[in-house]
C-alpha cells in the first residue's frame, strides 16, 4: 500500500477514533476491539457531522448524533437514518505509524 502517514500507532487506542486531514479529505481512522485498523471519510452521509466523535463498538462506528452506524470494512450503513455508504479508504499500521491511501477506495 502506498500510503501517507496519518498518525502515530499510539495516538489510536483501541475502541476508540480519531479525524485527520489528509490532501483536504477529512477521513475517521479507528481501532476495533481486535486491534485491527480502518479508515472511512470522516463525514456522516446522513448528518454531515464528524464520525470520528462517535462510538466504535465492533467493526462499526455510529455516528454521535442520530445514530447512524456505518460498517468500517464496507462503509455501508447498518442503521437508519443513514442510506448513503461512507467510502472507505485503505489503512495499514507498520513501523508504530498509520498511512491511509485515500485514493484506495473500497
Not at 34 to 46: K, L, P, Q, R, Y
Request: proline share 5%.
Amino acid at each position: 500500500m502506498s500510503g501517507k502517514p496519518a498518525l502515530k500507532s499510539d495516538e489510536l487506542a483501541v475502541g476508540t477514533a480519531v479525524r485527520v486531514v489528509i490532501d483536504d479529505v477529512e477521513v475517521c481512522i479507528a481501532r476495533t476491539e481486535d486491534g485491527a485498523v480502518h479508515a472511512v471519510n470522516d463525514v456522516c452521509t446522513h448528518g454531515e457531522v464528524s464520525l470520528a466523535e462517535g462510538e466504535v463498538s465492533g467493526c462499526s462506528i455510529e455516528c454521535w448524533l442520530h445514530g447512524s452506524a456505518f460498517d468500517l470494512t464496507t462503509g455501508e450503513p447498518q442503521s437508519p437514518p443513514a442510506f448513503e455508504p461512507v467510502a472507505v479508504y485503505a489503512a495499514e499500521e507498520r513501523d508504530g505509524t498509520i498511512f491511509v491511501d485515500i485514493n484506495s477506495t473500497h
